[in-house]
């Protein structure tokens, strides 16, 4: 069927640096890529997301590219804060309705 | 807007009972989708309601079963259950289903003993 792969499964950076994380799914009638961020105890919240006709879009220290030629999209969060850490979800819709997640990635922030 | 609201939020069962999860979305959005969620797993999809018509369906046992009231609201049963099944389950809502915002509950914690 179809799936989402997420990479990598634990970040670990320091506060202040970059952190990239990378996504690929196997459907090419995916049009829909969001990424939600879950903190501790808390429920996941969208954070940003991309549709098909765009490359690339940002909100402040947090971006999202996609490749659809190689069916792949990352997010990009820049200057990292301790509030930052947290497990962060990314996605991709199916032509059925139905949003295909990836297994999660836990981003650790060192002081 | 109210936010999504699941009840109860906490839940102890033993083996071999039954649940009944409750979940209320934002008004207006039509489909509810369910998942469950194991300390360090990611999000399980268990199914997706529409208008009251299940959409979608993940891959779990026949004992998880759900429904759509045509208000939206949305219910979970999970019939005769096992220790694995202790989890945090989650609804989510949106206006149409996955090409748009998912606005997650708080969640409803179950535990089986």
């Known amino acids: 069927g179809e799936n989402v792969e997420q990479h990598p499964s634990t970040l670990s950076v320091q506060e202040g640096d970059s952190a990239v994380i990378k996504c690929t799914y196997s459907d090419s009638a995916s049009n829909y890529f969001p990424w939600y961020k879950q903190e501790l105890g808390k429920r996941p919240q969208l954070i940003i997301d991309i549709r098909s006709n765009v490359g690339e879009k940002k909100d402040q220290r947090i971006a999202v590219t996609l490749n659809k030629t190689a069916k792949h999209f990352s997010l990009h969060i820049t200057e990292t804060q301790p509030e930052d850490s947290a497990v962060y979800f990314c996605a991709a819709s199916m032509s059925n309705y139905q949003l295909i997640w990836g297994a999660g990635t836990k981003l650790i922030i060192k002081p | 807007k109210a936010g999504v609201t699941q009840t109860p939020r906490y839940l102890i069962k033993t083996r071999g009972q039954q649940v009944t999860l409750s979940c209320s979305p934002i008004?207006?959005?039509?489909?509810v989708s369910w998942y469950q969620q194991t300390p360090g797993q990611g999000l399980q999809f268990l199914f997706e309601?529409?208008?009251?018509?299940?959409?979608n369906k993940g891959n779990f046992p026949g004992r998880f079963s759900g429904r759509q009231f045509s208000n939206s609201r949305s219910e979970m049963n999970v019939s005769t259950l096992e220790l694995g099944d202790s989890a945090l389950y989650l609804c989510a809502s949106s206006q149409q289903g996955a090409e748009e915002t998912q606005y997650f509950g708080p969640g409803t914690r179950l535990l089986v003993l």
């Open positions: 008004s207006g959005h039509r489909s």
């Open positions: 309601y529409f208008s009251e018509t299940q959409r």
